[in-house]
């Protein structure tokens, strides 16, 4: 074991393999941050908001809810992974899936349907203000992200109330 630790403290990256140019304006460009993320940076929202808001994404990620393009096999004659589809794989699947049904009831019974919808659809399925605000049929960019800001604020209060995060 000390050998091995000793091997990791002494290794030195090979200064012909090292690059710190960055992504190229190509990979630049997929990249893009997530509104809570933007809308953190540019005040809209506290940092309190962007933390309870990441916490979230966390639990609905871990919990095994974000779609999966998994490949077909096809050695398989039927397919399908049997009579576990849906539920929970690991003990820590199950236990992120609890929390974010309890993140979700809490906001639902404390400020309604339409906010856990809103913090789903903006967290989650990384939506934009705009495109969330156009649902509710406001066509003018700026109204319709202040309708969603002002849908997601009491959502964001109730978590940040929930989870303990000042």
């Not at 630049?28 to 940076?41: D, G, T, Y």
């Not at 809209?44 to 974000?66: M, N, P, Q």
């Not at 934009?128 to 604020?153: E, M, P, Y």
């Amino acid at each position: 074991m000390a050998k091995i630790k000793a091997a990791i403290e002494e290794h030195r990256a090979d200064p012909r393999l090292l690059d710190e140019r960055g992504p190229t304006k190509e990979r630049e460009n997929k990249l893009r941050p997530s509104p809570i993320n933007l809308a953190v940076a540019d005040g809209r929202l506290s940092r309190e908001d962007g933390i309870a808001a990441e916490k979230f994404y966390v639990h609905w990620y871990r919990a095994g809810l974000a779609e999966n393009f998994g490949s077909a096999d096809l050695n398989r004659v039927f397919g399908g992974e049997g009579g576990g589809a849906g539920m929970a794989r690991t003990e820590a699947q199950a236990f992120h899936r609890q929390r974010y049904r309890d993140a979700v009831a809490k906001v639902t019974a404390n400020a309604g349907t339409i906010s856990a919808w809103v913090l789903e659809q903006l967290v989650c399925q990384e939506r934009s203000f705009v495109d969330i605000g156009g649902v509710f049929g406001h066509k003018n960019r700026n109204s319709a992200a202040k309708v969603t800001l002002q849908l997601l604020k009491p959502a964001l209060n109730i978590l940040c109330r929930e989870w303990g995060v000042i």
